[in-house]
């Protein structure tokens, strides 16, 4: 697979990619991901990527050309799956887009900033709108950096453990239940009896029904759907 990150600050992206399973996962050419810095593509003089809006007080937004100019050169080279936008009023972002996103050979994501990027751009190129919580973030890189990680560790050879990433929270539709290791007994903190038992069957039952209790607790809004 391959990401291509669009954004005027490439900087805060190279931490998130240079470690842990997204590092390793480059390195075993298991996903490539390049970052693009929009700037670079400015044909302004003073390579500026913003201007003011059409609406007084409304504060600067990123203009069309030096986007538009990128993602037609990276059009031009390859065919993409999705060119995702990242923004507050985009979507919210859930692990079954997770899942579909990982299954994509390219993607784009535009890390968006200021007040936003110009409407045309969202109208004629950006396929996904993604929000990922009801917040606000100086910018989009934290929330690329976000989907590309739970992208990346979908797609099949980047966790050592195969299976590991289909028990996650949210892929059941239930939270996970409590992990415990050694030692059983941590000054009087014991681990529940039943995980000592050896019998898989009533382990895998007891770890259900944890799932579901945790989740009427926490989310209860999972159970509905
Ligand atoms: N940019 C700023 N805030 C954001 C958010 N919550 N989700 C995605 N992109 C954003």
Redesign the pocket.
């Known amino acids: 697979m391959r990401i291509d990150i669009l954004t005027i600050f490439p900087e805060i992206l190279e931490g998130p990619f240079s470690q842990s399973i997204v590092k390793r996962a480059i390195d075993h050419q298991i996903v490539e991901i390049h970052l693009h810095n929009i700037r670079d593509y400015s044909t302004n003089k003073h390579k500026k990527v913003d201007d003011y809006a059409y609406s007084v007080g409304a504060g600067m937004v990123m203009t069309i050309q030096p986007i538009a100019d990128l993602i037609d050169k990276l059009k031009s080279e390859r065919s993409y799956d999705a060119i995702i936008f ?3 009023d ?1 979507i919210p ?1 859930q692990q079954k887009q997770a899942n579909q996103l990982s299954l994509f050979d390219n993607i784009i994501i535009l ?2 900033h200021y007040k936003g990027i110009d409407q045309r751009i969202r109208d004629h190129y950006i396929t996904h709108e ?11 890189e ?2 690329a950096a976000v989907i590309t990680d739970s992208i990346v560790r979908l797609i099949p050879g980047a966790m050592s453990d195969e299976t590991s990433a289909l028990t996650d929270s949210f892929q059941d539709g239930l939270l996970s239940p409590p992990v415990y290791t050694r030692p059983a007994d941590y000054n009087g903190w014991k681990v529940p009896e039943i995980l000592l038992s050896g019998d898989e069957k009533k382990i895998e039952a007891w770890k259900h029904e944890q799932a579901i209790e945790k989740t009427k607790t926490i989310r209860p809004d999972l159970l509905k759907n």
């Open positions: 990242t923004t507050p985009g972002y890390c968006g993604i929000s990922i919580g009801d917040y606000v973030l100086t910018g989009g934290l929330a």
